[in-house]
Structures are given as structure tokens and as C-alpha cells.
């Protein structure tokens, strides 16, 4: 609960970032490391699995950023809210592994995925940093130190509206043939 607050409390302030912590940091970059791992021990070129390690190389680099800076808190919050659709994406494939595309519960997971990441991914992550680092670009107050943080953010949120895309026309394909089979 703490972090949720501190998430809020550094929306509101005017510094782009505040201090790390370290057992919140640790965690992900530790994390970071462990999925980039996993997706490479399974590695398939056309499933999508070249922007996914390079999505884990550069947070794996931008955790390690912050520990190093001990810097970036809000900024590192943020991308914790982020991964909050990543069970709901596991449980997905799961899904799909096990045949059930037809269960009205894939489509529910579905559109809570696509809502999760319309909000956290795009709206708070690409739009509201986006907006924080314009503001702080056009009044002097980027510094050298926030470059890597700044070049992560624009890679990472090319990728992340590729992939919503990718979700959006997914979802609306799947409801589109559910609406079909029922009529």
C-alpha cells in the first residue's frame, strides 16, 4: 500500500523522479533478469520473441540504472503497475494452451488485459511520463543522469503501443467471431 501511495504522492509533486528504493527495485530488476532467462530458453523468432528480449535487455538495464543511481522511485512504481496485466497475459496462454478459446472466460481476460494495459501501459506509463519528461525537457530540468531513463522510456513505450495495438485488433477479432458463433 505504501508504494500505491508514493505512486500517487510523486504524480503530484514536481520532481520527474525521487529516490529509489531498494528491496522494490531489487525485486524487479531481479525479475527482469529471471523472465528475459525464461523467454530466451524458449526463444521462437516468430512468436514475437525478439521484442520481448529486447522489452527484458533494456528494464533489465534501466532496474540496474536505479539501483546503481538509487534514483527513478516513481518512475520504477510505475513500471511495477505495468506488470500487474502480466498474470492476467499467463493466464491467457494457459488458456490457449489448453484449449479453451470458446470459454466466455477468455474473452473476460481478454478485455480486462486490453482495459489493464490501455490504462497503466499506455495512458500512465507512454502518456503521463511522456507528458512529465516533455514538461521537464521544456523547463531545464533534465539532466544528463535521467538520458538513459528517458531513452529506456521511449523505446519501451514504442513497444508498448505495438503491442496494443497488437491486443486491440486480437480482442476485437475474438469478439468479433464469439458475436458470429453465437448468432
Known sequence: MHDCITIWQGMRDTQLYSPAQ???????????I????????????????????????????CWGYMLAMNFAYTFACVGCLCEFTTPLLAIRWF???????????????????????????????????????????????????????????AVASVLQVHWCQKLTKGFAKVVHASMQKSA
Not at 531498494?22 to 527482469?32: D, E, F
Open 34 to 61: 529471471s523472465d528475459l532467462i525464461s523467454i530466451l530458453s524458449s526463444f521462437e523468432r516468430g512468436k514475437g520473441d525478439a521484442a520481448m528480449v529486447i522489452h527484458h535487455i533494456i528494464t533489465g538495464f
Open 22 to 32: 531498494p528491496p522494490l527495485t531489487t525485486g524487479r530488476h531481479r525479475y527482469s
Open 95 to 153: 488458456m490457449a494452451l489448453t484449449h479453451l478459446k470458446s470459454h466466455n472466460l477468455y474473452i473476460v481476460n481478454g478485455l480486462v488485459i486490453l482495459v489493464g494495459w490501455w490504462v497503466l501501459r499506455i495512458f500512465i506509463f507512454v502518456g503521463f511520463f511522456g507528458w512529465k519528461i516533455f514538461i521537464f525537457h521544456s523547463t531545464g530540468l533534465l539532466t544528463l543522469r535521467d538520458a538513459p531513463i528517458v531513452l529506456v522510456w
